[in-house]
């Protein structure tokens, strides 16, 4: 059976993110799901990376691969250029590889599934989690 493999894009707090790791150190072996994490201690970037357009863009690759970084554009009905400049925005972040064959460049997704979390409310200056009272 196929390994599945989730990425998890989250906000916190640096505390929070190193008690994560250290329960995921000891978790080593018990879990089924292959999960990789993608941590912003800013919310602000979190909101920059992922704009409406990066996610249906991520969801396209997961839905229909497309054969080309031109072909997605083509699926999304926007520019080559500015899908080009999202999907190796994607890859530097580890979202997104590309398979290359020939001059093709081919947009996928290394996972079979996605989870976003972020903490509310924040605060709008700092854009970090804000204590409810």
């Known amino acids: 059976m196929k390994e599945r493999r989730t990425l998890e894009i989250t906000t916190g707090s640096l505390e929070e993110f190193e008690k994560e790791t250290l329960r995921n150190i000891e978790k080593i072996g018990e879990e089924e799901e292959d999960s990789d994490k ?48 999202d999907v190796h925005l994607l890859k530097r972040y580890k979202i997104l590889t590309l398979e290359e064959e020939g001059n093709r460049k081919r947009p996928r997704i290394p996972y079979d599934k996605i989870r976003i979390e972020i903490d509310l409310p924040l605060d709008r200056k700092t854009g970090k989690p804000r204590a409810v009272r």
């Not at 997961?62 to 083509?74: K, N, V």
């Open 38 to 85: 993608l941590f912003f201690e800013d919310s602000e970037m979190f909101r920059k990376l992922l704009t409406e357009k990066r996610q249906n863009l991520i969801q396209e690759v997961m839905e229909r691969p497309p054969e080309s970084i031109r072909g997605l554009a083509e699926n999304l009905d926007r520019g080559v250029r500015e899908v080009h400049e």
